[in-house]
């Protein structure tokens, strides 16, 4: 594993030949890895002929085959014995297709570092207290909900005073529900804090809240708010993530520079996440593919495909080649970070894998 060790620490922006060799090394002994302990794995790379050990440049990186996203929730994936596994992430849809994602000691510790030097990279972590509104389950009641387990990452990278998570379990109705009321009295708590604010949420419930209850405060310049998977929500009365900006400047005080958008899949763990641009920067602890829906080519930069990504860091779960059902592109951005970001465009396809935030959503229509 010392190779990801070595990747882990280093600069997460910075794509110099000598950094992306640390990728590419770190990613060869990840998936020699799953190579020698997951036989699917095995047996899909046998079939297209592809062996970690022709991995000799960034370029070979591509040709990396691409282990179906479906497949992770049809089947129960691990490449360590389940003894070993001290973590097991469950991604939150609906309609009973779940995401598993089982991990190890070193895998778990792989991926809160990750996580940090990213926020960190970006200026999201800070040691001050703050007061936390999160649009989640209470992970001490939800431990291995994939959005529970990031929010308590999340509120780990600055001091914490008071955490309010605003989706609570109902023993009336024996399940989870959003206290809409809640998250309300808790916005005007916070607002007459001297402490300044993180609100930790879905856009779309952010902003009907916002709406309904015809909120306008001034949390401070001091407070943030990270979004994430709610774009797509509600199409009916979907807003732009410009417009959704400008929004919440106005109606809560808190800047456009600290309003960060994250995305992030169950299965690939890696955090995407917006710099103080709004762009989504994708980090040398991973690479991104964008491919033809047809035939799997490579797109090249600026074009919509099917999104494919690579990660290394995860030795439990045998997902460091992830082919996606999400539309995506590739795009740049002008902050002074190295390397490319993700546009999203969408989710391929009729059927809909629900993920948190429609979860979410019905929980508050259902009110
Ligand atoms: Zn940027």
């Avoid at 297709?97 to 070193?106: A, G, H, N, R, T």
């Avoid at 207290?129 to 431990?143: E, G, H, I, Q, W």
Wanted: charged share 25%; with cysteine.
């Amino acid at each position: 594993m010392k190779a990801t060790l070595n990747l882990l620490n280093s600069d997460p922006f910075n794509f110099s030949e000598e950094s992306k060799n640390l990728f590419l090394e770190s990613f060869k002994e990840n998936a020699l890895y799953h190579y020698q302990n997951h036989e699917f794995t095995r047996k899909l790379w046998d079939k297209f002929n592809f062996h970690p050990a022709h991995l000799l440049k960034e370029e070979d990186l591509a040709q990396v085959p691409g282990t179906m996203v479906h497949l992770f929730k049809e089947h129960e994936f691990c490449s360590v014995s389940r003894e070993r596994v001290v973590l097991i992430l469950t991604s939150s849809g609906t309609g009973g297709q779940k995401s598993q994602q089982f991990l190890d000691e070193i895998s778990l510790s792989n991926v809160k570092k990750l996580a940090y030097v990213i926020h960190e990279n970006l200026g999201l972590v800070d040691r001050r207290l703050y007061n936390y509104l999160c649009f989640t389950y209470d992970p001490n009641v939800a431990k291995d909900l994939g959005t529970a387990f990031t929010d308590e990452l999340l509120t780990n990278f600055t001091g914490k005073n008071e955490v309010y998570y605003a989706i609570q379990w109902n023993d009336e109705k024996n399940e989870f529900v959003l206290n809409e009321e809640g998250v309300v009295e808790a916005l005007k708590r916070f607002s007459l804090s001297s402490l300044p604010t993180r609100i930790l949420g879905f856009p779309a419930i952010l902003h009907d809240i916002i709406v309904k209850y015809n909120i306008k405060i001034n949390l401070s310049s001091e407070s943030w708010l990270q979004t994430g998977g709610g774009w797509k929500g509600s199409a009916d009365k979907e807003i732009s993530k410009k417009e959704f900006r400008a929004f919440i400047e106005e109606r809560l005080g808190i800047p456009q520079k600290n309003q960060r958008d994250l995305f992030g899949m169950v299965e690939h763990g890696i955090p995407y996440v917006d710099c103080e641009k709004g762009n989504l920067h994708i980090p040398n602890f991973s690479r991104v593919f964008i491919r033809s829906p047809f035939d799997l080519s490579l797109k090249p930069l600026g074009e919509r495909g099917l999104i494919h990504f690579l990660c290394s860091y995860n030795f439990s779960y045998p997902a460091p080649s992830l082919l996606t059902t999400d539309y995506g592109r590739l795009g740049t951005c002008d902050c002074g970070r190295g390397g490319n970001i993700l546009i999203l465009e969408g989710r391929a396809g009729v059927s809909k894998h629900k993920g948190c935030a429609m979860k979410a959503l019905e929980l508050m229509e259902k009110k």
